[in-house]
């Protein structure tokens, strides 16, 4: 019988010990693996979010009244029935110096208005402006027939309208351009209709709510243009969506490191446990392993014959545990609101490559004190 065929022959031997082994390997990679997944995760929640935005500046009176949110992230508050700023204020955030560095800056004005016998709270806003800044709404202005609106994704549901019907705002029949795809944000209670059209529903002219304000980001300067836009705006609140990412990021950083230190302590204990397994193994078999040195096996035999048993754990509790962690990050991202889960595949080879390193490792002194029994001890001992 070979040096392989003696160390899986201990191990089915040693069937509770082995199984401990593998067990705490499983522990650690697995560990390893959904740690780094699910912080990976919320970065690229985070970037996907900022991208999805369009706009990465905001613009808002310093009315509390109103909380806009952009997921679960608040970039600020508005007030649809007190005062608020102007239509009229557009021409004063396009004048600021670095004006050529805005792509996009769209109105926005929230009212309600009775539609088909319910109240229902309006986006109103330039409809052209707003399909280039959020294209991934897939609505067309020129669709509709003239004055139209969209629905979103609720509001059709409640009133059971679908594109190309009609709706009755304030007694005025009115086509439906469309339905806006759910985003999972206020925009599906809402329905979006031009900003002079819901100024006229509402009986109001030239409100307005806030102002989203998509600037060029190559090299972007976001804060001269947030402090720009402050001192043309004095009575607003003007908030950068890169400040409010940011807060989050901290976050995320530190729940990245305290992932690290748990990893770190599991991987430890684990350390101190496969050793104490390994030798305790070794320790059950002094007889045996006198028996083999004194027939002749060598010293590396010897130790070669424990460190291939560990390797042979640590490699199948890796990678159990490593598939493990893959498909636990699933069942976790709902916890943390992730869209998206990544799994990096670095990741993954690492918490192999580190559980079997960590297995081997531990079990290498208990493997060279093996190799250094004498014969006439271990009978002796016995």
């Given at each position: ?220 300067p976001v ?27 901290n976050t ?56 291939l048993e ?73």
């Amino acid at each position: 019988m070979g040096i392989a065929g003696i160390s899986l022959k201990n191990l089915f031997r040693r069937k509770v010990k082995s199984f401990f082994v593998l067990f705490v390997v499983f522990i650690i990679s697995g560990s390893i693996v959904a740690f780094t997944s699910v912080s990976t995760s919320l970065e690229k929640d985070i970037a996907d979010k900022l991208d999805r935005f369009g706009a990465n500046i905001l613009v808002v009176p310093e009315v509390d009244a109103l909380t806009i949110r952009y997921g679960d992230m608040v970039l600020g508050s508005t007030s649809v029935s007190g005062e608020s700023i102007s239509y009229a204020d557009r021409e004063k955030i396009l004048s600021i110096p670095l004006k050529e560095r805005i792509a996009s800056l769209l109105p926005v004005y929230y009212a309600s208005a009775k539609t088909d016998g319910r109240e229902i709270t309006f986006m109103g806003t330039d409809l052209m402006e707003l399909a280039k800044m959020k294209p991934w709404w897939s609505f067309r202005p020129d669709e509709g027939g003239g004055k139209a609106v969209w629905l979103g994704s609720e509001v059709s549901r409640i009133l059971g309208k679908k594109a190309g019907d009609r709706v009755s705002v304030q007694g005025a029949p009115v086509n439906v351009g469309g339905v806006i795809p759910p985003t999972g944000d206020k925009e599906d209670y809402m329905i979006v209709a031009g900003i002079r059209d819901l100024w006229r529903w509402s009986g109001t002219e030239n409100r307005v709510s806030a102002f989203e304000v998509s600037a060029l980001c190559k090299d972007c300067p976001v804060e001269d243009i947030v402090s720009q836009i402050s001192g043309a705006l004095p009575g607003a609140r003007v908030t950068s969506i890169r400040r409010v990412v940011e807060t989050r990021e901290n976050t995320v950083n530190q729940l990245k490191k305290f992932a690290l230190a748990v990893a770190v302590i599991i991987a430890i204990i684990g350390a101190m446990v496969i050793s104490v397994s390994i030798s305790a193994s070794v320790a059950e078999r002094t007889k045996e392993i006198g028996i083999m040195r004194a027939i002749g096996f060598r010293r590396s035999w010897i130790l070669n014959i424990v460190l291939l048993e560990a390797g042979i754990l640590s490699f199948l509790g890796a990678l159990l545990g490593s598939l493990s962690g893959v498909f636990s990050v699933y069942f976790i991202a709902p916890a943390f609101d992730l869209e998206r889960v990544v799994i990096p595949q670095v990741a993954v080879m690492i918490a192999v490559g580190a559980g079997i390193l960590m297995g081997l490792s531990a079990s290498f002194r208990p493997a060279i004190k093996a190799s250094r029994l004498d014969p006439v001890e271990a009978f002796r001992n016995e």
